[in-house]
Nanobody
Framework: QVQLLESGGGSVQAGGSLRLSCAAS????????LGWFRHSPGKEREGVAS???????MYADSVKGRFTISRDNAKNTLYLEMDSLKPENTAMFYC?????????????????????WGQGTQVTVST
C-alpha cells in the first residue's frame, strides 16, 4: 500500500511563491510516475505537472514557466515549486502516483492512471 502526504500549502499574496512537498511510503518510489493536481470548488480536477522515473516532465499550459516539479528519490519526496502565483491558482493541491516508470499519458489525462492519492494541501492566493 502506497501512502502520500502533502505539505507546504498556505496563504500568499499574488506574485508570491510556495513550495509543496509530498512524502511517499515504499522503496519503489524511484520507479513511479508522479503528479500534482489541483481542485477548486465548482471546477474539475486538473493535472498540473508530472514527472516520470527518468526525470521527464509535463506541465499544464497555464503553469509553464511558473511552476517546477521535481523529485528526490533518496528522500521519497515529490516537490512542486510555485512562483508568480495568481488568485486563480487558489485550490486544494493533491499529489498522486502510478507504479509505472513512464507517465504514458497527456497532462490532460494525467489523473486516469493514478492509483494512489494524498489528502491534499490548501493553497490560497489573495489579491
Amino acid at each position: 500500500q502506497v501512502q502520500l502526504l502533502e505539505s507546504g500549502g498556505g496563504s500568499v499574496q499574488a506574485g508570491g511563491s510556495l513550495r509543496l512537498s509530498c512524502a511517499a511510503s515504499g522503496r519503489s518510489f524511484r520507479t513511479y510516475c508522479l503528479g500534482w493536481f489541483r481542485h477548486s470548488p465548482g471546477k474539475e480536477r486538473e493535472g498540473v505537472a508530472s514527472i516520470d522515473s527518468t526525470g521527464n516532465t509535463m506541465y499544464a499550459d497555464s503553469v509553464k514557466g511558473r511552476f517546477t516539479i521535481s523529485r528526490d528519490n533518496a528522500k521519497n519526496t515529490l516537490y512542486l515549486e510555485m512562483d508568480s502565483l495568481k488568485p486563480e491558482n487558489t485550490a486544494m493541491f493533491y499529489c498522486a502516483a502510478h507504479p509505472d516508470n513512464i507517465c504514458y499519458t497527456t497532462i490532460r489525462a494525467l489523473g486516469t492512471p493514478m492509483g494512489y492519492w494524498g489528502q491534499g494541501t490548501q493553497v490560497t492566493v489573495s489579491t
